[in-house]
């Protein structure tokens, strides 16, 4: 059976095989085609000038939609130590961030025989990462995230149904309540605020996933709301018992003690932002040239982990 990731997933691979970002190992374009040969992709285009993610993420969506296991193989290539010849660095940092990232779809690196493979686990932090989450408080009232009274008065409402739940053990229901007033905060954003970044499809047509891109690139959250939200996400579905009965797991304290954490900082991110005039639009990055490094992507995007880590302080907390 073949390997299916989740698009958010395979976007954030492509940010792994490109290494804008330092201690990550850059590839250029031509060599961004070369690991896929590495990998053991068959028919190889040769790089055509198209950004780097671009083209990396339009190949690995391309394979996967072709039913061939050729996203594993280069997730499974991104954890050979053979890729790093001589760049420790640069393999601990890739390994570290690709199994934060692989997490939140199930799946880990594992080990056997000296090589890499891709195994099962449940959705969330690793228990490392896990260790370390804080509790991030919600610094805000409702009222500063949603202007309309009566929707503020229904996320409220549901901030404290959430609340009721985890406290009396209905694990699932409080994530689904989550899940739903994540939703809803982020689609009334859409619709209120100004968006340098235009709707990706009509707004009764989105659903989470579309809510919580949009709200990033119009950075009105930051990247660690946005790649930690597919945890609500995915709880959130469970909703449909069949998907429940797939997954063969049903939340638990634990799970609503990662997901709170993201719903308190997507509203801390909206708070901050409500004011803040829209973005104009990304320019089309230039066709790759030269050699080394682009100087504008040597900051570093923050990782699912940092979502707690970064957010501390005094506030009224929404969760436990």
């Known amino acids: 059976m073949n390997e299916i990731f989740d698009d958010s997933t395979l976007t954030e691979i492509a940010h792994l095989i490109c290494g804008d970002e330092t201690p990550l190992l850059y590839r250029k374009g031509y060599e961004i085609a070369a690991f896929f040969q590495r990998a053991g992709w068959d ?10 993610h671009k083209w990396t993420l339009d190949l690995l969506r391309e394979r996967q939609e072709d039913g061939t296991d050729d996203a594993k ?14 760049q420790q660095q640069e393999y601990h940092a890739t390994l570290k961030r690709l199994n934060e990232i692989l997490v939140l779809d199930g799946r880990r690196i594992g080990e056997e025989g000296g090589q890499p493979v891709l195994t099962r686990c449940e959705v969330g932090f690793r228990d490392e990462v896990r260790q370390q989450l804080p509790r991030v408080e919600l610094k ?8 309309d009274p009566d929707l503020a008065a229904t996320v409220q409402l549901r901030l404290d149904e959430a609340r009721t739940c985890y406290e009396h053990g209905a694990y699932t229901s409080a994530v689904i309540m989550l899940g739903s007033l994540l939703e809803g905060v982020l689609a009334h954003a859409a619709q209120v605020r100004a968006a340098g970044v235009r709707m990706p499809k009509p707004l009764r047509n989105m659903g989470l996933n579309d809510f919580v891109d949009f709200a990033y690139e119009n950075k009105w959250i930051e990247h660690d709301a946005k790649l930690a939200s597919e945890l609500v ?7 449909h018992p069949l998907a429940e009965k797939r997954t063969g797991h049903s939340p638990n304290r634990d799970t609503l003690d990662m997901c709170w954490p993201v719903v308190n900082a997507t509203l801390n991110d909206l708070a901050a932002t409500a004011a803040a005039p829209p973005i104009p639009p990304t320019p089309r990055a230039p066709a790759e040239r030269g050699r080394g490094r682009n100087p504008h992507t040597s900051a570093q995007r923050p990782t699912p982990a940092s979502v707690a880590r970064r957010r501390s302080g005094g506030g009224t907390t929404a969760g436990t």
Do not use: Q
Not at 43 to 52: L, N
Not at 233 to 239: D, E, I, P, S, W
């Open 43 to 52: 028919d190889v285009p040769e790089y055509d000038g198209t950004p780097r």
């Open 73 to 86: 193989r280069a997730v499974l290539r991104l954890a050979n130590r053979l890729e790093y010849y001589n």
């Open 140 to 147: 805000v009232a409702v009222s500063e995230v949603v202007s």
């Open 233 to 239: 996400r995915h709880y959130r579905n469970l909703v």
